[in-house]
């Protein structure tokens, strides 16, 4: 049976597991670290199967210059391969939704790297139109 919830510190190494699964490798301590550093906009939401955590989603809501209410952004959506085609990943996405509705947010957004075609049909088929490119650059602290 398949429950949604809100995160809670001992789900640290679950979450560990699931943001290595998208190819961002931490470990328990280093998630937990991250976790406890996040400001109170943020949003964790885990997603059990039969007590087991086999999804997350991470979101948060903040002010943006463009318009006068806030945004919601989904951070991060992870489901386990073991669980994927489930219908996990679409709960996980409601969740978060009213999440945000429950927030006073309308305008929810999400970013998917190019390399995750699959990601993009999924939210395109909930509704997620494309609307631009994210552009990226690491700073050197030396130049």
Do not use: N, W
Not at 90 to 100: D, G, K
């Amino acid at each position: 049976m398949l429950q949604i919830r809100q995160s809670t510190p001992e789900d640290a190494a679950a979450l560990a597991r699931l943001v290595t699964d998208l190819g961002y490798p931490v470990d328990p301590a280093g998630m937990a670290a991250r976790l406890g550093s996040l400001s109170p906009d943020h949003r964790t939401l885990v997603a059990e199967v039969d007590g087991q955590i086999a999804g997350f989603i991470g979101m948060v809501k903040f002010p943006i210059y463009e318009a006068s209410a806030p945004i919601g952004y989904i951070l991060a959506l992870s489901v386990s391969p073991a669980h994927q085609g489930q219908g996990i990943g679409r709960a996980l996405m409601a969740a978060a939704e009213q999440c945000f509705l429950d927030l006073g947010v309308r305008d929810v957004r999400v970013t998917s790297g190019l390399h995750r075609p699959e990601a993009h049909g999924f939210y395109e088929a909930l509704g997620y139109a494309k609307t631009g490119y994210r552009f990226r650059k690491v700073l050197d602290a030396a130049s």
